[in-house]
Nanobody
Framework: QVHLVESGGGLVSPGGSLTLSCEASRSIPNAFAMGWDRQAPGKSRDMVARLGTSSAPNYADSVMGRFTISRDNFKNTVYLQMNNLKPEDTGVYYC?????????WGQGTQVTVSS
């Protein structure tokens, strides 16, 4: 079992930046993916970014070039740096981890991009 706790969400103006953090309750080896999903109002939950065993992270097309995912295995933490935020980035952001064949998500943190 893995518990994931997100932090860092909030209200930001268009063009602004936020950094989300997610701390896992146990060490997640690099062999297992961690990442972020997003659920916009009235829409399904979609993948935003993944960082796994490959050298290059995976990003949704809509965030490519604006968001950066990173992880600190010593702190059991994954981050999402979000720059040049747009109103369509609004939603609940969920931390994700895959651990020995099982998928886990956190409770989510709200990000609202509005002027």
């Amino acid at each position: 079992q893995v518990h994931l706790v997100e932090s860092g969400g909030g209200l930001v103006s268009p063009g602004g930046s936020l950094t989300l953090s997610c701390e896992a309750s146990r060490s997640i080896p690099n062999a297992f993916a961690m990442g972020w999903d997003r659920q916009a109002p009235g829409k399904s939950r979609d993948m935003v970014a993944r960082l796994g065993t490959s050298s290059a992270p995976n990003y949704a097309d809509s965030v490519m070039g604006r968001f950066t995912i990173s992880r600190d295995n010593f702190k059991n933490t994954v981050y999402l740096q979000m720059n040049n935020l747009k109103p369509e980035d609004t939603g609940v952001y969920y931390c994700y981890a895959r651990y020995f064949g099982a998928d886990f998500w956190g409770q989510g943190t709200q990000v609202t991009v509005s002027s």
